[in-house]
């Protein structure tokens, strides 16, 4: 089974900028989704953006004009840079793949088939 590791998070100040990045051990081919969410301690998951196989994009609204997911088939890696970064980004960070229909639909994990680790996101004020 595909293996997903997150890396990337890390301790930045506000208005700072990230990459964070979500290996894939092995190809995925079809009718797939690749989907960040996060969580934050007392609060539940959300689903922060996602890509599909043609490279059709999704965010959430708190996101949206700030941050760019994308993804690079050769390195079989999903990307989501997050620039602007506020601290109410500050959340651990994980990435989901699944088939397209349902993940991504926005906000739902239903369907996802493997989980990563998760990267912690600290944005200081």
């Known amino acids: 089974q595909a293996q997903l590791v997150e890396s990337g998070g890390g301790l930045v100040q506000a208005g700072g900028s990230l990459r964070l990045s979500c290996v894939v051990s092995?190809?995925?081919?079809?009718?797939?989704?690749m989907a960040w969410f996060r969580q934050a301690p007392g609060k539940e998951r959300e689903g922060v953006a996602n890509?599909?196989?043609?490279?059709?994009?999704a965010y959430t609204d708190s996101v949206k004009g700030r941050s760019t997911i994308s993804k690079d088939n050769a390195k079989n890696t999903v990307y989501l840079e997050m620039n602007t970064l506020k601290p109410e980004d500050t959340a651990m960070y994980y990435c989901a793949a699944g088939p397209a229909f349902p993940l991504c639909i926005l906000g739902t994990s239903a369907g996802t088939r493997h989980w990563g680790q998760g990267t912690q996101v600290t944005v200081s004020s």
């Open positions: 890509i599909d196989n043609l490279g059709n994009t």
């Open positions: 092995e190809s995925v081919y079809g009718d797939y989704c």
